[in-house]
């Protein structure tokens, strides 16, 4: 084999696991293991990637949009006023996609190894990558092997490595625990405010300086209930906005389940089976 398989290390338990699948079935001299790093990650996923190293045999590479872009996630928010849109983050959009892509346009690779796990949700998005960007040349080694994200906990602490503390703690996944993920949903902020509170706030005071610069509500959370679509007031804030009284906080809403996100892996929040237009194209991969 010529040409690297790529795989994508994202911090998670899933990418964890299909990067060492990876290596079983290839080799481990003929794959390149890469991170594609915000800079917002919590420090328990740096000590995550140099055990993972260890137990590949080779090390992770780290790539980044930080500094060569942008000093941190927050210059990308405050730039476009933005921190979640219907087809995903800007943040995500920004600080790893379009790394991911720049990273396959200037170099070789033969495959390109991604962390889905065995659940449709995970099937459709695999789905979607091979239909949307064959270039790509995805595999999806959790997929083929039928594992689920418990399975991929299973195969880590069996080979004793302690999973990420996020996992432990609660949630379902590792994705900018340093300020919370502005991809999650009523449950997720609801349990960062009773463990991290002071992170709360300051994505409160984040989304409110965004709402003011904008002069529209910038909010991460929406609200699906039936009450919502009848007034079509959707939009949460993490605290109440003084601007907007109508628009419901977290304390308002009903306590909720930590859902599991999709993971950041250089393509989050692909999950629309639909060929990709011209608007997605322009809000998530500036083309």
Known sequence: ?????????????TSAVACKKAIELFGVDNCLLLMIDT?????????????????Y???IQTISAIPKYYRSIQDVWYKYLSLNVAHGAIC???????????????NRYSYQVFGFEFTKKEMNRALSMAMNYPESLAIFPLLLYGY??????????????VIPRAYQSGFKNNNCLKTGCVQAGIGYWQKMKREYLVRLYNMAMIEHEL?????EPVTILRDQSNEAK?????????????????LKCIDDMPECKVEPLIECNGFCGLDDLNPVNKTHELLNLGA
């Open 1 to 13: 084999m010529n040409d690297p398989v790529v795989c994508w290390w994202s911090g998670g338990i």
């Open 39 to 55: 800079f917002n990650e919590d420090l328990d996923t740096y000590r995550f990637k140099d055990d993972c190293s260890s137990w």
């Open 57 to 59: 045999g080779k090390d």
């Open 92 to 106: 995500s959009a920004e600080l790893k996609r379009k790394v991911r892509i720049e990273w396959q346009k200037n």
């Open 148 to 161: 689920e994200k418990e399975r991929c906990i299973e195969i880590v602490t069996d080979s004793g490595i």
């Open 211 to 215: 709402t003011d610069l904008k002069g």
């Open 230 to 246: 009848e007034t079509g007031n959707f939009q949460v804030f993490l605290v109440k906005h003084p601007d907007y009284p109508h």
